[in-house]
């Protein structure tokens, strides 16, 4: 419990510390803080040292943190700020420990990874669609592409949600940590990227490795379906029926536009065209390529506000998640795409040759 400012609180001035004022800080050498907001964290450190925070407060408002990042910069910050902000610091490892300890619990309830669980392969690995507990009909297998695990994914909404259009619930900027929990959630059904849809149209995207061909504006791409997405004929209905879809970027996507960690949606798009090709895969057979024209949809909140995600405390998860990798093998590529970490010249030539085909392709346009 915190007497004096409340959780809610705290967890807004930590937010604005790291991500508005450091980030300026270490923008510039030149840059300074303006006299009203160095008077201002002044004032809140003063009314900190009256507010007693317990150890779940910390790991809410990731408030410790936000002090040992000031306490870092030196001179960057002047004494007036420094000072007080080491002293609570030492309060608090007194009292508490170990600060470094004190870190969010991404499994428990609300945390980012809550209701997730790494099915370890133990002889035949389930089916998917296959309930992991006889008795929870709401639990279904997750299995990710081009892996070997599992996911089970418990408490999920309904098979249904996430063939719904719009935003269905969810914000531009929106972060995950895992392809399950957007699972999850609901914002995409089914697989770890790819296209989500039913008979009726598609629904949602979510990219990873090569699959974002950039066309030098910033509100516009291309996006290149895998050939065995059978979503990707029901992408083409939205064309006529101009039904938006949701757009999900995976830290995996090999674009300026994608996250440093994560997942993230970046809000509605329309699918103004399309195209299709024949083209050779890596492994010199022959392929059909289809490639969609997705426009941004301007009526919604702007892509500099996806652009702010990961914040510092979902970098925080995403850097505590990536501790426990040895334990999820899945993940222990650390960051890079399957073919980019084998380094294989040969799938990159075929990366670069695919985006210069589809760059000089004909699309249909409605």
Not at 49 to 59: H, K, M, N
Request: glycine share 10%; proline share 4%.
């Amino acid at each position: 419990m915190a007497i004096g400012l409340n959780r809610d609180e705290l967890r807004v001035w930590s937010q604005y510390i790291r991500d508005t004022l450091i980030p300026e800080l270490k923008d510039g050498i030149e840059v300074a803080l303006a006299t009203s907001i160095i008077a201002a964290i002044r004032t809140f450190l003063y009314e900190l040292r009256t507010t007693y925070v317990d150890v779940e407060v910390l790991q809410y408002s990731r408030l410790h943190t936000a002090l040992k990042e000031i306490c870092a910069m030196g001179d960057r910050w002047p004494t007036t700020v420094t000072l007080p902000a080491k002293a609570l610091l030492r309060t608090w490892e007194i009292r508490y420990g170990p600060l470094s300890g004190i870190t969010a619990d991404l499994w428990g309830p609300g945390g980012r990874l809550e209701g997730l669980v790494k099915l370890t392969d133990v002889g035949r690995p389930p089916h998917e669609g296959i309930d992991c507990r006889n008795s929870s009909p709401a639990m279904t297998i997750m299995r990710p592409k081009s892996t070997k695990s599992s996911w089970c994914v418990e408490g999920r909404n309904s098979p249904f949600y996430a063939m719904r259009t719009g935003h269905n619930g969810f914000n531009v900027g929106d972060w995950w940590i895992k392809p399950a929990a957007t699972y999850r959630d609901g914002i995409i059904h089914g697989s770890t990227n790819g296209i989500t849809a039913d008979m009726d149209g598609a629904y949602a995207i979510l990219m990873t490795d090569n699959e974002e061909v950039e066309i030098g504006e910033e509100n516009m791409f291309r996006y290149r379906a895998s050939q065995k997405d059978p979503g990707s004929l029901q992408l083409m209905k939205n064309v006529h029926s101009r039904e938006m879809v949701r757009v999900l970027r995976s830290w995996r996507l090999c674009s300026r536009l994608a996250p440093k960690a994560g997942l993230r949606y970046d809000g509605l798009y329309r699918v103004s065209g399309y195209g299709v090709k024949l083209t050779v895969n890596i492994l010199g057979e022959d392929e059909w390529q289809y490639t969609f024209v997705m426009e941004r949809y301007h009526d919604q909140a702007g892509l500099d506000r996806a652009l702010c995600h990961p914040t510092a405390d979902e970098m925080d998860d995403w850097r505590d998640y990536k501790q426990t990798r040895n334990s999820l093998s899945d993940d222990s590529n650390d960051g890079q795409s399957p073919a980019l970490q084998e380094g294989d010249k040969k799938v990159m030539d075929w990366m670069q040759t695919s985006a210069g085909q589809i760059g000089n392709g004909g699309f249909k346009t409605p």
